[in-house]
């Protein structure tokens, strides 16, 4: 029978993980669908998720956190992180998953020499992306505009700054993770501060795809190596296909495909 996948999210129109995952499914001949569901009230994300019959779901803004709790079992890392955006039912059963941290962490392979690594933001992907690149051992610091979201990193033993208190020091990568220059053309910090930042980086990453970000031109503006972020998109997806798929296929062809359906992206 053919099994159906949605992602859940307020709003989910642009959404490209249709395209990933339904091309998934035609290229290796699994018989699935995957279709996008708007979905306004996190707390009804357990019962529309049993009406529409899903074998699995991805969850994006606004509602990663929800899908956290209706998870009826955790993977160890989405305990951690408080934030699940990849469900799968196995019979019934609620299996919560977390692939944007490890997507990431995948996304930056292609840097080399990284140890130091500055996130600027401190929402919810730049909570559980951190906590992840800590425990692949990486020196992870924040830097945030402003002070309340800096609490979380604090009690988890990071060095946090916001932009009054920032000394410049050298890192290796400096990463958007704010949603500055999504839909503006903010830069994520003061002018000032990403240059000083800059000079010293081997380079910059932007979780934004779909446009070059003011973050992103500045950064390219030095000849800095960047990535914006499709490769985090297409990482994410991989890492979700295989648990929607229970791990049957290789995750180099599912990459590939994916890769080519957001060819023009
Ligand atoms: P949140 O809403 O949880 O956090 C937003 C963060 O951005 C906060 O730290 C906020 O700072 C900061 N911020 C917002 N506007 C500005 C600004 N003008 N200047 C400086 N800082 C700003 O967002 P998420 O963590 O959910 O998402 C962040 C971004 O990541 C979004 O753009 C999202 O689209 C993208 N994303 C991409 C993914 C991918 O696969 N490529 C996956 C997941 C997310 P403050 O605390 O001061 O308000």
Do not use: C, W
């Not at 920032?166 to 903010?186: H, I």
């Amino acid at each position: 029978m053919r099994k159906k996948f949605a992602i859940f999210g307020d709003p989910v129109e642009h959404s490209l993980s249709p395209l990933m995952h339904n091309s998934a499914f035609v290229e290796f001949g699994f018989d699935g669908v995957y279709f996008k569901e708007h979905l306004k009230d996190g707390s009804k994300l357990k019962d529309r998720f049993f009406e529409l019959n899903l074998s699995g779901a991805n969850i994006t803004v606004p509602h990663k956190e929800a899908a956290f709790r209706a998870a009826d079992i955790l993977d160890d890392f989405a305990k951690r992180a408080n934030a699940v955006n990849t469900l799968v039912n196995k019979d019934g059963v609620l299996y919560g998953y977390n692939t944007d941290a490890p997507g990431f962490l995948n996304a930056i392979k292609k840097f080399d020499n990284i140890k130091t690594i500055l996130i600027l933001g401190a929402g919810g992907t730049a909570q559980a992306t951190s906590l992840f690149l800590k425990d692949a051992g990486y020196n992870v610091e924040i830097l945030n505009r402003s002070k309340p979201r800096l609490e979380y990193f604090k009690e988890k033993g990071f060095k946090t700054y916001s932009f009054d208190e920032f000394k410049t020091r050298p890192y290796d990568l400096v990463v958007n993770m704010t949603s500055a220059g999504l839909k503006d053309e903010n830069l994520p910090a003061p002018k000032e501060i990403l240059e000083k930042l800059f000079l010293d980086a081997k380079g910059a990453v932007d979780i934004i795809y779909g446009k070059e970000t003011p973050f992103l031109k500045l950064a390219k503006s030095f000849n800095l190596k960047t990535a914006d972020g499709k490769d985090m998109l297409i990482e994410q997806g991989v890492l979700a296909f295989d648990y929607f798929t229970n791990h049957r296929f290789d995750l180099e062809e599912i990459r590939k495909i994916m890769q080519e359906a957001l060819r023009e992206y």
